[in-house]
């Protein structure tokens, strides 16, 4: 009977806190009133511009988030061609799902006597096999690390404990320029916030891979791509605790790798000791003179 009533109420829990999370969704049309498939939208947080996460809209204009805070937000969606649309000053309750409705983008117009051709890469890329989130020279590869830019690209879910789903199929394998990671749990999530975003060029998320790809991965795969040369060399980190109870604890955790064009080598280590009891100095009793 205990064990009834715990479940029921972890059912009931569970159901209220996946009740508090928000949605935003929408469609994206031409003004020739035709659906804009394969366009860049963007979730920012309205409080500093941060992107919250990065969807390319499907083959009928439709776009969404999933799973957000409550707070105020803004979406930023762009095409080729087209005028960027912004909407501002989304303020989302918690458990709302806010729908945007039908939103039309506009041809972009250009002055020939004041035109300049930039070399720019489209945030989201729709491939054949593929869909490519490119991190380079966006605000994405500032003060970040891997398992955040995953937490943003698009088709893809990092949970509370750093599981990480495409599609929401889990069993998702992670490469590095080509080559698997044979890590999962706890030290994939450590290697993947050891990496900074700023070594990172894109990320490749391949949710029906080829026979090139081991049959492990038919959950689906991500392949970071880094920097060309910049990335090659040693890095790594280390951190230690202590505290002092009864007995003295130490830990001490470490990181490191070091890859050229050829071989990736990385090591994680993790030590911990617990020192003998230290002795309790009691106050001494207090001398006066006569």
């Not at 989304?90 to 729908?99: C, F, I, R, T, V």
């Not at 404990?161 to 999962?184: A, E, Q």
């Not at 955790?253 to 309790?280: E, H």
């Amino acid at each position: 009977m205990k064990r009834v009533w715990f479940w029921s109420l972890l059912m009931f829990v569970t159901g209220s806190l996946m009740a508090q999370e928000g949605r935003i969704y929408g469609a994206l049309k031409s003004p020739e009133g035709g659906a804009v498939e394969f366009a860049n939208v963007v979730l920012y947080q309205a409080v500093d511009s941060s992107i919250v996460k990065v969807e390319p809209s499907d083959a009928e204009g439709k776009f969404a988030f999933a799973g957000l805070k409550e707070g105020v937000y803004e979406v930023m969606a762009s095409f080729l061609g087209m005028d960027n649309l912004k909407i501002s000053k989304l303020s989302l309750k918690p458990g709302q799902a806010m729908d945007l409705g039908t939103l039309t983008l506009q041809s972009g117009s250009i002055a020939l006597d004041a035109a300049t051709v930039k070399a720019t890469r489209a945030l989201i890329e729709i491939k054949p096999d593929r869909t490519v989130f490119n991190v380079q020279g966006t605000i994405n590869s500032v003060g970040s690390d891997a398992l955040s830019l995953l937490r943003k690209a698009p088709s893809v879910t990092v949970d509370n404990n750093d599981n990480i789903s495409v599609l929401g199929r889990t069993g998702v394998l992670v490469y590095v320029d080509g080559k698997r990671l044979p890590l999962n749990g706890e030290e994939l999530s450590n290697y993947l916030q050891s990496l900074p975003a700023e070594q990172i060029d894109r990320i490749d998320i391949i949710s029906n891979p080829g026979a090139k790809y081991e049959a492990e991965g038919n959950a689906g795969i991500l392949d970071i791509r880094l920097k060309r040369d910049k990335s090659l060399g040693a890095n790594g980190t280390v951190s230690v605790t202590s505290g002092q109870g009864k007995y003295n604890r130490t830990n001490l955790s470490s990181n490191a790798n070091y890859r050229n064009k050829n071989l990736i080598f990385w090591t994680i280590g993790n030590w911990a000791t617990k020192g003998i009891q230290y002795p309790r100095f009691h106050q001494l009793p207090k001398w006066t003179l006569p």
